[in-house]
C-alpha cells in the first residue's frame, strides 16, 4: 500500500464543449471558477477540483492510452453525499437535469440517484439511511 495516495486533489473530465461544461458545473452544482483559459476551466468541490478540459487536449496527458469519444460509454461514477436525496434530485430537475435513475434505496444502505453532466459523466447523489 502506497500511504501518500490518500487525497484525489484534482479530477480531469475531457469534454467536448467547455461552455456546456463550465455553465453545467456553476449553474447546477454552484461551483466557483478558480482558473480558466481556451483549453480547460478550473471548478472547486470542496477540498477538491475537477478541471474541465476540452477533449483534444487530452491525449498529451494520458498517452500512449487514447481518449474515448462521447458516447463510448460509462467509464466512471463520481459520489457525492448529500442529507436527502429526493430534495437534491427535485433541485436537479429544476436545472433541467434529467435523472438516469433513483431515487432508490440499495441493499448496502444508501439511498440513490445518478445523472450525467453534458459530457455523459455520471455522477452519483446518495444519502445514507437510517439504521446503515
Known sequence: MIKALNEV????????????????????????????????????LGPMMINLLRREQAPELVEPATVAGSGSGVRALFTIQVADVDGVCAELEQHGVRLLNGPVDRPWGRRTAAFTDPDGNVWEVAQTLQGN
Open 9 to 44: 486533489e484534482v479530477v480531469t473530465l475531457f469534454v467536448e464543449d467547455l461552455a456546456s461544461a463550465r455553465a453545467f458545473y456553476t449553474g447546477v452544482f454552484g461551483l466557483d471558477v478558480v482558473y480558466q483559459d481556451e483549453a480547460s476551466a478550473v471548478v472547486r
